[in-house]
């Protein structure tokens, strides 16, 4: 399940198409045209899969786990910049291990929109 | 709903690993060729690869050749696969791993610049953005992609498939698109039984859960023969989160044992009826050693140093993210996981459930090719092999491909293909598609050896099965949709139902144990040298929608 944090979602700068709802391998996020938010309309298909979180340019999202899985409060943030991913994972009580990993060699992706 | 017509020289249905090789290959050997991905998804994060990947598994490391891969992967299969189809894929291994490396992929080095091996025949990668990688690939060779189009059926004229519909998720359009040759690459198939969490957990699966056996169901529906669908995937996997069990034992080093805290797998090994598979052997233990009353089994790391297990942290972030929810805040000496099997899968990459494909990849529909995860006959394949097959399958393809017309298509075709698809949104009352599915679930874990009946199969239970899938399957016309997503929905449960009644049907036919777990019969325990050392093979009829079963030689012969 991923959450997505509203004080930091600049809504794309108002573009049509989000970046989360773009990149959702299952086509779970669409926008309330009312506020030109991104929402998760079908949180329970989520695959935990993090594309939405490590596409978002703001890093507005963050991946948890259902209670009846891990029974207790934890979340994954990462991004992507150039050649890097960067992952924060927080444990109960705000315990925070951060990872930088070099996932693209000889030459970066370009960033699409 | 609006009719959109494209027209292409090679259509790939499905942008995964096995596509996007295909559609690069075919523009590297043919530049001015017009080749067009349909996805379902978006092709930067779809599919098997979404999460990413952190080795290998099919690589010829120093010291190994195609044939010791072939003859473990025959073994690993109790002696059914297909000789040719598993030797042509370990032939091209390397070249296609070098390829993608080229690409951006990185690969663990040894000081003398060689690939550093993860067991026999892997290796590790850091391949969190490997999906994103491949996108690229097809991008900087101009292939063209069409992005959120799900595709329903195949255009089948006189005896040729000569293209494909879809349905357009963002704008509920109909495409209809013509194309020269096909080949489908679009994953086996998951959600077919009750997955082992409900509610929010549903979802939290080994196999993507939006590959849902759409290439499986068109083709079966066009009446190609498909092959070993009793042949289910269950894999073995760190409960709840499905974090890959070969990244704890072969990149951490960690041991199975009981609840006890005692090895089991020795004591299984003299009497196992599966003791020269390490694929069945594992699992079949971990289940065994349950119903003995020692489970839960775990895999335990608790012996685990600092540096590996930042290691092992790394594996998980390049490929199984939700693990590292787990870790996070445990102290060392704490590390056993409880590992599980999971609910039984059918894809060909894993296991050799898929389309019966000739060693050119080519299906017995003509003008149709099959690489990757739906084709069968050889697995162990994983992503390379996947690689591989759409590298074979777009260079038959292309032989195919000539400069003359594409053929024109019959408007009748297209209006009754318009008219199904579009009639759940019509319907204001119905049977919604997450009902239909969870009917379809419930049916095939009571009978059809889902988790809750431990795997088990017996012929009065399988003929039950068969008889509630009829039924559900008489209840399609019922299905509705709110929107573009629930429509797409309802086509993925009528795929589903396809490929689920095939499955009953291979399972029922099957009157041996030979892959236990994936297809254990109570009725027909022992394994059956002397009369099932072949293939179940199976054709569904174009107007009845019966199956009918055949049996192919281990050569493929009649």
Not at chain 2, 327 to 332: D, K, P, S
Not at chain 2, 504 to 533: F, I, M
Request: hydrophobic share 35%; net charge neutral.
């Amino acid at each position: 399940m991923v959450r997505i944090d509203y004080k930091v979602c600049n809504r794309c700068g108002g573009a049509k198409e989000k970046r989360c709802e773009r990149i959702c391998p299952g086509d779970l996020i669409g926008v309330n045209p009312e506020d030109d938010r991104p929402v998760v309309l079908y949180p329970q298909d989520c695959w935990a899969c993090t594309a939405c979180v490590k596409d978002c340019p703001v890093s507005a999202i963050s991946l948890r786990l259902p209670f009846q899985i891990l029974g207790k409060e934890t979340s994954l943030k990462a991004s992507v910049k150039g050649r890097k991913t960067y992952c924060v994972v927080e444990g109960e009580g705000g315990k925070k291990e951060e990872f930088e990993i070099e996932v693209i060699q000889n030459g970066t992706l370009r960033r699409k929109d | 709903m609006e009719i959109v017509r494209k027209d292409t020289d090679l259509l790939i249905i499905g942008g995964g690993a096995a596509g996007c090789y295909a559609a690069v290959e075919a523009k590297t050997q043919s530049p001015s060729l017009r080749c067009l991905i349909v996805e379902k998804a978006h092709i930067d994060r779809s599919g098997c690869l979404a999460m990413g990947l952190n080795a290998i598994n099919a690589y010829i490391n120093p010291g190994e050749s195609p044939e010791s891969y072939l003859n473990y992967v025959k073994q690993d299969f109790m002696g059914v696969v297909r000789e040719d189809l598993v030797l042509s894929i370990a032939r091209g291994l390397n070249d296609t791993v070098k390829k993608v490396e080229e690409w951006g992929l990185p690969i663990e080095k040894r000081p003398d610049g060689s690939y550093k091996p993860r067991g026999r025949r892997g290796v590790r990668v850091l391949g969190e953005r490997l999906k994103p990688i491949l996108a690229e690939a097809v991008r900087k060779h101009r292939v063209e992609v069409l992005n959120r189009v799900a595709v329903t059926n195949l255009i089948k004229q006189e005896d040729r498939i000569v293209g494909a519909f879809g349905l357009g998720i963002r704008d509920g359009n109909l495409y209809v698109i013509r194309a020269k040759a096909l080949i489908v690459c679009t994953g086996g198939a998951s959600g077919l039984h009750k997955p082992p969490n409900p509610g929010s957990g549903r979802h939290l699966m080994w196999y993507c859960p939006w590959n849902v056996g759409t290439g499986y169901a068109i083709g079966l529906r066009a009446g190609a023969e498909m092959t070993s669908f009793e042949n289910r995937f269950i894999a073995l996997r760190v409960k709840d989160v499905q974090a890959p069990t070969g990244t704890l034992a072969l990149g951490a080093g960690a041991k199975q044992i009981n609840a006890r805290g005692e090895p089991y797998l020795e004591k299984y090994h003299k009497d196992s009826p599966v003791r020269e598979s390490s694929t069945y052997f594992r699992l079949l233990s971990a289940v065994l050693e349950n119903q003995a009353g020692r489970g839960p089994c775990y895999l335990d790391l608790s012996h685990i140093d600092a540096q590996t297990l930042r290691q092992f942290k790394v594996d998980l972030l390049n490929m199984s993210p939700a693990m590292l929810l787990m870790l996070a805040g445990r102290e060392i000496g704490d590390y056993r996981f409880e590992i599980a099997g999971s609910e039984p899968y059918v894809v060909g990459g894993h296991g050799e459930a898929g389309y019966w494909v000739d060693v050119e990849r080519r299906t017995t529909l003509k003008g149709l090719y099959a690489a990757g995860d739906v084709a069968g006959g050889a697995p162990k394949k994983y992503v390379s092999g996947c690689w591989v097959e759409g590298q074979i399958a777009t260079r038959s393809a292309l032989q195919e491909i000539t400069p003359g017309s594409l053929p024109s298509i019959d408007e009748d075709l297209i209006k009754k293909e318009q008219s199904r698809t579009e009639m759940p949104l019509k319907r204001r009352d119905g049977l919604s598609p997450q009902e239909a599915e969870e009917w379809l679930q419930k049916i095939m874990d009571e009978y059809a050896g889902g988790l809750s009946t431990r795997y088990e199969l017996n012929e009065e239970k399988l003929l039950m099965g068969r008889t509630l899938l009829k039924d559900l399957k008489s209840n399609v016309p019922y299905l509705k949709a709110e929107n573009y997503h629930e429509l797409v929905a309802c086509m993925e449960v009528v795929d589903r139902i396809d490929v689920a009644r095939t499955v009953v049907e291979h399972l029922l036919y099957r009157k041996e144990t030979r892959w236990p777990c994936s297809q254990s019969r109570l009725d027909y325990p022992q394994r059956d040298d002397a009369h099932w050392l072949k293939f179940v093979n199976s054709v569904m009829d174009v107007d009845t929608a019966e199956i009918k079963i055949l049996e192919k030689g281990l050569h493929g012969q009649d």
